[in-house]
């Protein structure tokens, strides 16, 4: 809970696994593992992971500079992900500026030989690969739940547009994918290469079909997907320049009309796309109450949305946006004083702290306002507000971040 892990060429920022590879289908697995508010960043491998583990979750935390080995010899990495879970959850976290020296290089992954698990309401944006994918090789990954998550300009690199697209669903060595359930995403598709589709799905289903409903698709590429068998596919909204087309099986160039003669989608829809409207700079005015546990650092609640601030603070420039949390007025405990000494240490000065909030209307609610620099309010927010939500609006206002708070990659010592 509120770890920072960075700057390292070990693999892996924030790893929990149990036992060491290869494992006995009954081999016992860690259980209830709990990673929340935490960050990864400039690592050569992997961000946060949960390898071997059971009702467990990742919650509420950051990655970015993912995968910064400069050669692959040991693995090809993502930012958040799980391998062999049973029951695991990857819920309201931000995966951006990932990298691999091989394949992957995504955001979030349900790899493997999982069971049961749910990746929903996460941000992914700016990464060289795939912003999620679902992988079964050898064994079945079954139940598989992604829903509600926002997915902003991934596959920046040509070579892994190409072959992941923004959602990967690839089987290999036998395995399967079974009962997955595609609901509720967000997806905005531009690759640099204008064939690739938004979704690649060459993996097998073992005959249970997948199921893509109700998700937004808006993409410069007119090939919204690639799938190898047919899916449930319904009440989608596709949004290009043009017509859209798909391709499932061996079948190439497919309009929506023929899809839905055929009985592989329903009630979904088409769209043009619209140039969006950038303002010059926003305000994001916060006033908040600090509240602590019983060890005298940030109660959950606090800490979970100060890392969502602290990240989206940092990857703009002052002038562009210009983050404010407003504290109750009074005096700061030294509780308070080292607790907000160390969050600052990650994204130095992104964020700027005032004690100058009435008590009680702080201490009532959390609000978050996101304003013009004149002070018109553009939208408006009470309680928790996660990575998807307000860096979603900030971004569709801003456009794409400068990520002006990026700290210099530290200094690796010359080896004998």
Same mark, same amino acid.
């Given at each position: 809970d509120g770890v920072d892990a960075a700057h390292t060429n070990q693999w892996a920022g924030i790893l929990v696994g149990g036992g060491s590879y290869p494992y006995k289908d009954d081999s016992q697995r860690n259980t209830h593992i709990q990673i929340r508010n935490s960050t990864a960043h400039d690592v050569y491998g992997d961000g946060i992971v949960l390898f071997r583990d059971a009702h467990s979750s990742i919650r509420t935390s950051a990655a970015w500079e993912i995968g910064m080995e400069p050669t692959q010899d040991v693995g090809t990495p993502d930012a958040i992900w799980v391998w062999t879970c049973d029951d695991c959850v990857v819920?309201?976290?931000?995966?951006?500026?990932?990298?691999?020296? +091989?394949?992957?290089? +995504?955001?979030?992954?349900?790899?493997?030989? !999982?069971?049961?698990?749910?990746?929903?309401?996460?941000?992914?944006?700016?990464?060289? %690969?795939?912003?999620? @994918?679902?992988?079964?090789? %050898?064994?079945?990954?079954?139940? @598989?739940?992604?829903?509600? !998550?926002?997915?902003?300009? !991934? +596959?920046?690199?040509?070579?892994m547009a190409m072959l992941q697209g923004a959602i990967y669903l690839s089987t290999w060595n036998g395995g399967t994918i079974k009962g997955l359930t595609f609901t509720g995403n967000e997806i905005h598709w531009n690759p640099s290469v204008p064939g690739a589709a938004a979704i690649e799905g060459p993996g097998d289903n073992g005959g249970t079909p997948f199921v893509f409903t109700k998700n937004t698709v808006e993409s410069t590429s007119t090939l919204v997907y690639k799938i190898k068998t047919p899916w449930q596919s319904s009440g989608n909204k596709y949004i290009v320049d043009g017509q859209p087309v798909f391709a499932v099986g061996?079948? !190439?160039?497919?309009?929506l009309k023929?899809?839905?003669?055929? +009985?592989m989608e329903s009630s979904s829809s088409v769209h043009q796309s619209e140039t969006p409207k950038h303002e010059s700079g926003l305000r994001l005015e916060v006033s908040t109450a600090l509240s602590y546990d019983r060890d005298g650092l940030f109660s959950d609640s606090v800490l979970s949305q100060l890392v969502v601030l602290r990240s989206l603070a940092g990857q703009y420039s002052p002038a562009q946006l210009k983050v404010t949390v407003h504290l109750p007025s009074g005096t700061p405990t030294d509780s308070e004083i080292y607790a907000l000494y160390d969050f600052n240490d990650v994204y130095p000065g992104s964020i700027q702290f005032k004690r100058d909030a009435d008590p009680l209307t702080g201490a009532a609610s959390s609000t978050i306002r996101l304003k013009t620099p004149d002070g018109r309010v553009l939208q408006e927010w009470q309680g928790f507000q996660n990575a998807a939500t307000v860096g979603g609006a900030v971004r569709k206002f801003l456009g794409p971040p400068d990520y002006s708070h990026m700290q210099p990659l530290e200094p690796q010592e010359s080896q004998p």
């Open positions: 819920a309201d976290n931000e995966a951006y500026l990932t990298d691999s020296p +091989g394949v992957d290089g +995504g955001a979030y992954d349900i790899d493997w030989d !999982n069971q049961h698990d749910t990746i929903e309401r996460n941000y992914a944006h700016d990464t060289q %690969g795939y912003c999620i @994918s679902v992988f079964g090789a %050898g064994y079945v990954t079954s139940d @598989s739940t992604v829903r509600d !998550n926002l997915c902003i300009d !991934n +596959g920046l690199s040509p070579r061996d079948k !190439n160039r497919l309009m023929a899809l839905n003669a055929q +009985g």
